[in-house]
């Protein structure tokens, strides 16, 4: 279904009618594809009007204890978290968050992604602590529940390590990056854009303590992964 931000209200009216539940996910589904497309053109404005009308659709077609629900509000969070509308960001995450550990349980690996969000969002106010606490209980229960060699372990290290960079705190920085990297290179491979992502922060960490032959090679070795992924 094609769809733009222009008719996203009349697909929100239309949940309003008596569909079925495969007519219902599908609109659902369009919405989110829109949100994407418009964020991924830099569009944050315009996807935050959808992300608004998906949240209400799924309030009106799933519920307010729906996961659907929560992810529509996570959706949302994201988007004011980029425009700066940390408040706004705030309350909708924590709303998301209720809504998975109530309907799939706290050691939900969703629940886990929530939390990550949150920690996120609290590492771009500076509220380092509460963003500490929160990264650690995700990567906790993604060990629990995913396994030692999921790509989302990496995601969190690799978060933790720019949490503890932040705060100066470079040996436990490092360790983190160096941990994330070899996740991600034995689950998602040497070349992957994440592996670029990850060489590159620690290549500005090696900068900030001295280590620039270290920091260059890591660069030359994300930029040969950049170049071949095109990402």
């Given at each position: 279904m094609k769809v733009n931000h222009k008719i996203c209200l009349?697909?929100?009216?239309?949940?309003?009618?008596?569909?079925?539940?495969?007519?219902?996910?599908?609109?659902?589904?369009?919405?989110?594809?829109?949100?994407?497309?418009?964020?991924?053109?830099?569009?944050?404005?315009?996807?935050?009007?959808?992300?608004?009308?998906?949240?209400?659709?799924?309030?009106?077609n799933y519920g307010p204890n729906h996961p659907n629900l929560a992810t529509s509000m996570n959706n949302l969070a994201t988007l004011y978290r980029i425009i700066g509308r940390y408040d706004d960001a705030e309350m909708y995450y924590s709303q998301a968050l209720i809504i998975r550990n109530n309907a799939l349980g706290h050691q939900h690996p969703s629940v886990a992604t929530s939390l990550n969000n949150l920690a996120g969002l609290y590492r771009v106010q500076g509220r380092y602590a509460e963003a500490e606490r929160l990264y650690l209980k995700a990567l906790r229960i993604r060990q629990n529940a995913l396994g030692s060699n999921h790509p989302d372990l990496g995601q969190s290290l690799n978060n933790l390590g720019l949490l503890y960079k932040n705060q100066s705190r470079y040996a436990e920085a490092e360790q983190c990056y160096e941990k994330a990297l070899a996740n991600w290179e034995q689950a998602l491979g040497p070349d992957h854009p994440n592996v670029a992502t990850v060489l590159e922060n620690m290549a500005e960490l090696y900068k900030k303590t001295g280590r620039q032959d270290e920091a260059n090679a890591l660069l030359a070795r994300a930029q040969k992964i950049r170049t071949i992924t095109g990402q």
């Open positions: 009349a697909i929100v009216i239309l949940g309003n009618l008596a569909l079925n539940a495969f007519a219902q996910d599908d609109l659902w589904q369009t919405l989110n594809a829109e949100i994407l497309k418009l964020s991924q053109k830099g569009k944050h404005y315009d996807a935050v009007l959808v992300a608004r009308n998906a949240v209400k659709f799924a309030e009106i």
